[in-house]
């Protein structure tokens, strides 16, 4: 059964600082992309930050320079550190991860919801 486990998510006051936490279990086929996405109320779900197997991040162009993404490709973990939060990042954040046999899987966490107080 897969699983992905969220943690991390909380409320904070603008300028402070967060660490999301995904485990992903239970996939048994190669994963090649982990990552963050999130939505906000009355707002289509969007990507944050994504890591390949390989390293490559890529980030959206509201959180470049505060948040970054780290993986850990034996753990089968991904982290989103987010500094400098502002009120618009408040949204629930979803874990992704993405992986391939043959067919491509997407695989999504439950969500953890990350409110910033201005």
């Known amino acids: 059964q897969v699983q992905l486990v969220e943690s991390g998510g909380g409320l904070v006051q603008a300028g402070g600082s967060l660490r999301l936490s995904c485990a992903a279990s239970?996939?048994?086929?190669?994963?090649?992309?982990m990552g963050w996405y999130r939505q906000a109320p009355g707002k289509q779900r969007e990507l944050v930050a994504e890591?390949?197997?390989?390293?490559?991040?890529n980030y959206a162009d509201s959180v470049k320079g505060r948040f970054t993404i780290s993986r850990d490709n034996a753990k089968t973990t991904v982290d989103l550190q987010m500094n400098s939060l502002k009120p618009e990042d408040t949204a629930v954040y979803y874990c992704?991860?993405?992986?391939?046999?043959?067919?491509?899987?997407?695989?999504w966490g439950q969500g953890t919801q990350v409110t910033v107080s201005s």
């Open positions: 992704h991860v993405e992986a391939s046999r043959f067919y491509t899987y997407n695989y």
């Open positions: 239970g996939i048994m086929f190669s994963i090649n992309v």
């Open positions: 890591i390949t197997s390989g390293g490559s991040a």
